[in-house]
């Protein structure tokens, strides 16, 4: 059975001591790892949490996003080796919370448009950052996996054939490819026909419902999901990731402007639910 994993984001995306009751459910439902937003500045709290996550019995994952004055595909190269830089040092906290996989769309800025296609120099200069950071990812035994969203959030990589160009330009064994169930079900044709063409470079993998809410509450095509994860052997983390607006600020940078789920409703039904598609399909 694949790892089961639960973004905190549905309650926070500030690394704090607040997070440490929320882990202590999370293992008691029956998780095997928690998910952490990357973000405020307090490197000491990184090393606390981690430890007490892995004291818990939690293994650990983490999330990320970039601005427009950290971003990988500007033309200014000073630009450019900021977002090297705050890769990097993504990387080093994710380290301290003792986690082996990065994920989100750190390829590009966040919500960051050019009113155009994205170009090949783009994604060249995407790929550039993306291999020296895989270096450092090497260093700590970190897999990155930069993710595909939907065309609202980003430009250069909307689908699966996008990412895995970007992949393979990239062309390192510490940086690979994720899947959302949210962005594909707004951006591909087919979930399971994606599943198929990213399998080869898929590292990582978001449930997340069309709405953000409780997966299996609303219409991604879960069956052809799960029955494609199975299929393609997938054997990474499955990681339900929900928001609401228990943190206003991240609430409002990402568009949320309701509650879809609460979030232990959104925890403890999705586990079940995760658990349940994943018999059924012999995953």
């Not at 990988?72 to 705050?86: E, F, G, H, Q, T």
């Not at 995407?126 to 291999?131: D, G, K, P």
């Not at 087919?190 to 470079?201: E, F, I, Q, S, T």
């Not at 052997?233 to 409002?252: Q, S, V, Y």
Request: proline fraction near 5%; charge should be negative.
């Amino acid at each position: 059975m694949n790892k089961i994993g639960f973004n905190v984001l549905a309650w926070s995306a500030v690394v704090s001591d607040e997070l440490k009751p929320i882990i202590e459910r999370l293992k008691a439902i029956g998780y095997d790892g928690v998910e952490f937003f990357v973000g405020s500045p307090d490197e000491k709290a990184y090393r606390e949490i981690g430890s007490f996550a892995s004291q818990a019995g939690l293994e650990t994952t983490t999330v990320f996003v970039l601005g427009p004055d950290e971003n990988p595909i500007d033309p200014s190269a000073a630009v450019r080796a900021k977002a090297l830089d705050k890769i990097k040092w993504t990387i080093d906290r994710s380290n301290d919370l003792g986690a082996k996989v990065i994920c989100g769309p750190f390829h590009s800025a966040f919500s960051t448009f050019a009113q155009r296609s994205p170009t090949e120099e783009e994604y060249d200069r995407s790929a550039e950052v993306l291999h020296q950071a895989g270096d450092h990812a090497a260093q700590a035994g970190i897999t990155l996996t930069p993710e595909a969203l939907n065309r609202f959030e980003c430009y250069l990589c909307n689908t699966m054939d996008q990412l895995i160009h970007l992949v393979k330009k990239v062309d390192h064994p510490h940086v690979k490819a994720m899947f959302d169930t949210h962005h594909a079900n707004i951006e591909e044709k087919k979930l399971g026909d994606a599943l198929r063409k990213v399998a080869p470079y898929l590292g990582h993998v978001h449930i997340s419902e069309n709405d953000r809410g409780t997966p299996g509450s609303g219409h991604v095509p879960w069956d052809d999901t799960f029955a494609t994860l199975a299929a393609i052997k997938f054997g990474g983390w499955l990681t339900i990731e929900g928001f609401t607006r228990n943190d206003p600020d991240f609430a409002n940078s990402i568009g949320v402007w309701r509650e879809f789920s609460q979030p232990w409703e959104m925890a403890e039904n999705g586990y079940r639910f995760i658990r349940e598609m994943g018999a059924k399909h012999g995953l």
